[in-house]
């Protein structure tokens, strides 16, 4: 995998990208300093298809499924997703405000999407992560902390470690060693 390269606007220069609505400004003099990893999969489980770009773009069509119903109008968004095969799509710009944590709170201050880049991986809380998504999880992480020196060594954690009781992605399923053991290629 050839290193991805972010530009001066905050977007990866070799990835998808679908740009989502849902996104707004951060707060001024704002150190962007953590990333959150999530999993998503819609509906519930299965994996493929457009339906998380759509979920992200306020697109979900609530008919096709009764889960898309309940979720279909939330305005929510991440900066990325990474699919099963390893495909990285971006949403937002990394220097704007997705809207993917939610209540949270990371030592002590609150509304960690101020701070913080969510990233999405394809998946479910059980189910093993697939080693391309950790490649292409390592690779991110690495531009995203090249670009952004206030994102530490320690500053990678799990939504549901940001919103515990809340939130419980990217689950069990996510081997934290694994990613840690990775070096960029
Ligand atoms: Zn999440």
Redesign the pocket.
Known sequence: MTALTIDEAGWLQTVEIVRSPNYDARPENVNIKLV?I???SLPPGEFGGEYIRQFFCNQLVASLHPYFADICDMQVS?HCLIERDGNIVQFVSFLNRAW???VSSWRGEQACNNFSI?I?LEGTDELDYSEQQYQGLRELVDSLRSYFPDIGDDGICG??DI?PGR?T??GPAFDWSRLNGLQAS
Do not use: R
Request: charged content about 20%; glycine content about 18%; cysteine-free.
């Open positions: 959150v999530h999993g998503i991440a993917h944590a939610g969510g999405e939504h549901s919103a939130k992605d990217p």
